[in-house]
């Protein structure tokens, strides 16, 4: 169950980034939508290394093929399988891992809990386990686009180290983010961001920073009163992406230095739709969404894999020093853009189903 | 499926704030663990109302009973129920509220998705159905007990709107916490807390702040690698509590600002045991623990529910304006402490359980 | 999870025969559903000791509370805890089970599992326990009106013991089976089967029988295709059931002694409706409901607990006999058939709600 | 979550009888199994089509590829995806069955349902999606070998249509019933059974009958309480296989017959084992191992797809005749064995982890 997600539209990821591929099971998938592999693989792209010259250069088509669930071009209704084989395969780049742990990486936890680990680029610890998420992802967005037709979900970066944009999250544009390669969705600070990651490239070095994202359309009512908040939700979902330090949604941290006065979102009417005048909520109240744009932000920590030397352990548990070779994101925010993307539409989708079964003809 | 958490050691709370009750049940908990109410009024005395001057002066002793699962004195291995019954109802206080929504309380967002709420106060948003989770946390902790023996952990309140404590994750003691009525890590901060919160309920008005909270000895291996991750478990527990905006774990949103040769926590060895120089991961690396202290910090509002009259609409849906009246906390935090410890022990605890079944006899 | 049932109509039922009470929390009921304890005790009464001559004559009344998630008399969407004391315990009755395992009844392998249980009363194994699934079958009934508003389930003793009824599943009804004690489809053959009731009982025996459960008005399409067969759901559901010890659909076992021209039914037009001319189906083909009645039986032993001497052994291993004393069921068919009839009702409900859940609007 | 199945040790197939392929993701398997696909290919060979003059001649080499979850020969602990292509796809063969609905087959019930299928080959009412089935369970039987060392799951045929065989489930043996193509438990009904089926398939009928399964060495205490019981899980597992109509436990439908006093198993010691003097109770009491031999029987009808004309309605609601076309089994039974088994063992490997994780150390 480690590896599932969501309750009615329920994916199950598997694959390490060296072994046959990558995949996911989307089960719950409501049947007749259009559904091919070139909804898939636009995702896909923004997501897979070799996009840029700021990120990993690996050499990933990342093409997708959906063996199931689809017929005619029709979901069925029944399981999609989706697979992406592994091509790019080096796992002499790793050697020096399979006995050295890379300091703030997964490899050590692995071995502590398994007793053994896919030491060949990451295992499932890899970013590349976010292929299935982004997959699935492209299918819940086909569903979203029936319950809520006019819901839009941008995300962008907000801050790479200390470099931070001036974003508006009710007039944000995906084309404004996906028009630089840093997914920036400040324009004025892009050329900033280029040059701060190249330069920690060039020295081996690794930068973190912030990805923001909103979330435009959703109805009021998704979400759940007591564990499955909506704001829950997106917290596991981002939580759970590879290198996340922190979620925080609305006011946020800032919000606490307020007065109940002053943070307290006043409802209005404009016409017959309840509207608040401030969204410090973030568009959620009490674990369901208000109609008012979603909004939160995702700390990401700088790389952990480097190409200096730092102190470390062995396998063996003899102190030992490493300096990882291979091809490594100097910043992984470019490309967490559409993973924090997906997540999204994967806990709206499951919302929005829930919200579906709850409501009973002629009540 | 909504009011259920955990896995192997899973809770499903139940009540409102008015009505019959509030209460608990636990599946999965082992057999053969000593436990009797008393075990549990401890941590719910901590939880409840009109503990000291600067909570809700509501009067409710909060005694809980055991319905199940316990036979003279041990636990069965089957559901353990345990009810609180609600006393000190006044649903008069709330019937402003049976029309005008509280502004950035749940009260629309409820009529939004289900179409009626129960408006005596609060309902499932209520902080009052914090008590099944505190009575099942104590559970968990004896279960914890057993697992391992040496945990330890400890919430505290970190800072009250721009007031901040001084607190070393490693050594903060439960004692010093309990030993002022703020639940304050830093004893030199209490007094200001204290006038602080004293002033903001005198106008009406109310402030938030930030908890902290530390589990140390954890042992390596509690976790999982993907969407279970032991830090987006946490954070979905905590931003599933009452009026949280935020979490962040270890070096949070200010790691951020690093470089990965900054950030990284370099390995090295303590005897036989694999140590970190720093705890920027605060005790987690790739989703399981790596046996360093667990640490985070979760981000509550200031209360929303005011004495003091703002613009909000009514369930009519006319424009209008709110004061509420009754009996409410200026600050949750001192009382959100123990949430926050129980949410952290009913996480563990089901992490420890699950890692527990992973572990094959001879293997 | 081992005390949970259903997906999206979900029940959790706690309580031992002997100790504070008996109960169900069920998560997932659509809101603003009439419902009071009224609409719950007339199915629990059906259930209840001491309702005819020839069952147990414990004295439970059995009434019920509902704790929460009901406001005005409606369901508010959050869970529904529901409470039953228990009232009749004479432990003393028991005293002798302490330390001999009943032949045939749950004692030893309660032991074996949990290294202790409750003796008093048979614990969790006690047919107590399904209290809390004709409590929450008695909501399920309520949703299942909005969802199919000509559902009909009538559940009845097919046999009992070599005595056998016959009964035509399309035609019989509620209240032919309610007009007498031992809930016979067939009037003519009740005397029989009261006067072997009252015979072995009178011999500290017991006997067992068939009860057999129809549902007409399910419309096509309820169901799930793999492991979520309505049927499987259905036999698991009945067997899950205290002294189940077989289940069999349409045709059961003794289909196997057709062949498939004789077996299949055949499809035809009934105006616009698609019926089949026979129904060895069962009304489910592939996992899913095809519109025409469902009916199944379900095999129940003869009660375990005997007043007459039988060999066994002791928790101290030792080899013993023991006689029960205690009042019980010469025969628990008449009492089962509120059982059948609840569980389901608590799978068509909450299949009801996964095929909701399916369907998007405008496809 | 339709298409899952275990809470523990957790599967999730996928995949249509006509499209790109099978598979299974298994989700829970311990680390450090030895595993390849070898021990997979063994089950999957029992269960593909051509192996005997008997069954289809469908020629499908069903070749297994494992995609992920193993490195260098050992279970990693993380998601183990298994992979079967389609290779003998002949859609022509099946399209009078794009608009004719088959009788007593699932054609018009996942129109009903879905309101489209994919009509080349039975979509997932295949049998072929047992494929991910056995294949998992050739891993969980990895797991049970180290649970239970000494554990042996044998199925067999019981009987076919009206020729039934005399097996004693205490002795009979995997070589026996592997030994003949019908997979017979009795070697001396083989014969008359092989003729039955080849003179059905001679007139383009088909034949059903029962299949009965053994587990011995089975520990006391698998198994939960409640829902979970083991003959609960084990009934919806079976019922969950196409073409089953019943399940029966120990004494079964027959059981119903006798008294309590002639159905009860005493009990005795066995050195220091507790031990039962008869077994009908088929190994299973309350829901819970007592160390007996576990056994059960299934039955299946006869296959639905028949070579005759049969009366039937179109998908355009016109009434038609249907014969069809293609390779089918005239009789399930024999490949129904090891399905029946991998299901056995599904069952048992989900509670023996479950089990596991109920104990505490030192408790």
Same mark, same amino acid.
């Given at each position: 169950?480690?590896?599932?997600?969501?309750?009615?539209?329920?994916?199950?990821?598997?694959?390490?980034?060296?072994?046959?591929?990558?995949?996911?099971?989307?089960? &719950?998938?409501?049947?007749?939508?259009?559904?091919?592999?070139?909804?898939?693989?636009?995702?896909?792209?923004?997501?897979?290394?070799?996009?840029?010259?700021?990120?990993?250069?690996?050499?990933?088509?990342?093409?997708?093929?959906?063996?199931?669930?689809?017929?005619?071009?029709?979901?069925?209704?029944?399981?999609?399988?989706?697979?992406?084989?592994?091509?790019?395969?080096?796992?002499?780049?790793?050697?020096?891992?399979?006995?050295?742990?890379?300091?703030?990486?997964?490899?050590?936890?692995?071995?502590?809990?398994?007793?053994?680990?896919?030491?060949?680029?990451?295992?499932?610890?890899?970013?590349?386990?976010?292929?299935?998420?982004?997959?699935?992802? /492209?299918?819940?967005?086909?569903?979203?686009?029936?319950?809520?037709?006019?819901?839009?979900?941008?995300?962008?970066?907000?801050?790479?180290?200390?470099?931070?944009?001036?974003?508006?999250?009710?007039?944000?544009?995906?084309?404004?983010?996906?028009?630089?390669?840093?997914?920036?969705?400040?324009?004025?600070?892009?050329?900033?961001?280029?040059?701060?990651?190249?330069?920690?490239?060039?020295?081996?070095?690794?930068?973190?920073?912030?990805?923001?994202?909103?979330?435009?359309?959703?109805?009021?009512?998704?979400?759940?009163?007591?564990?499955?908040?909506?704001?829950?939700?997106?917290?596991?979902?981002?939580?759970?992406?590879?290198?996340?330090? &922190?979620?925080?949604?609305?006011?946020?941290?800032?919000?606490?230095?307020?007065? &109940?006065?002053?943070?307290?979102?006043?409802?209005?009417?404009?016409?017959?739709?309840?509207?608040?005048?401030?969204?410090?909520? &973030?568009?959620?109240?009490?674990?369901?969404?208000?109609?008012?744009?979603?909004?939160?932000?995702?700390?990401?920590?700088?790389?952990?894999?480097?190409?200096?030397?730092?102190?470390?352990?062995?396998?063996?548990?003899?102190?030992?020093?490493?300096?990882?070779?291979?091809?490594?994101?100097?910043?992984?925010?470019?490309? /967490?853009?559409?993973?924090?993307? /997906?997540?999204?539409?994967?806990?709206?989708?499951?919302?929005?189903?829930?919200?579906?079964?709850?409501?009973?003809?002629?009540?």
């Amino acid at each position: 169950m480690a590896s599932s997600f969501g309750h009615l539209f329920r994916i199950a990821t598997w694959g390490e980034s060296h072994g046959g591929g990558i995949g996911v099971v989307i089960d &719950g998938c409501p049947p007749n939508l259009d559904l091919s592999e070139t909804d898939i693989q636009c995702d896909l792209d923004r997501r897979r290394p070799g996009q840029s010259k700021i990120v990993t250069p690996r050499k990933e088509a990342d093409r997708c093929e959906i063996l199931s669930g689809v017929f005619q071009g029709k979901t069925l209704g029944t399981p999609i399988a989706i697979l992406v084989r592994n091509e790019d395969q080096r796992p002499e780049a790793y050697t020096e891992m399979a006995t050295a742990y890379r300091p703030s990486h997964a490899d050590y936890t692995y071995d502590a809990k398994y007793g053994l680990r896919n030491w060949q680029g990451g295992g499932r610890a890899s970013a590349r386990e976010t292929i299935g998420r982004v997959a699935a992802a /492209a299918v819940a967005k086909k569903v979203l686009g029936h319950l809520a037709p006019s819901l839009e979900i941008v995300a962008y970066v907000k801050s790479i180290k200390d470099i931070s944009g001036t974003v508006d999250p009710e007039t944000i544009r995906f084309a404004t983010v996906e028009a630089n390669i840093v997914r920036s969705g400040d324009p004025s600070v892009v050329d900033a961001m280029i040059d701060l990651i190249q330069s920690v490239r060039a020295e081996g070095n690794s930068v973190g920073g912030v990805v923001e994202c909103v979330a435009r359309g959703v109805p009021p009512g998704w979400g759940e009163p007591v564990f499955d908040k909506l704001e829950a939700d997106l917290a596991k979902a981002m939580m759970s992406l590879p290198a996340t330090k &922190g979620f925080e949604i609305g006011s946020g941290f800032a919000g606490t230095s307020l007065t &109940g006065l002053e943070h307290n979102d006043e409802f209005y009417m404009e016409g017959d739709r309840v509207r608040t005048r401030t969204n410090r909520s &973030g568009g959620i109240q009490g674990g369901i969404s208000n109609g008012e744009t979603i909004f939160f932000r995702v700390a990401f920590k700088p790389t952990a894999t480097l190409l200096r030397s730092q102190a470390t352990v062995s396998s063996e548990k003899k102190e030992t020093e490493l300096a990882a070779r291979g091809r490594h994101d100097p910043c992984v925010l470019p490309r /967490a853009v559409p993973m924090v993307e /997906a997540m999204t539409a994967l806990v709206l989708c499951d919302h929005a189903l829930r919200q579906e079964a709850l409501r009973l003809p002629g009540l």
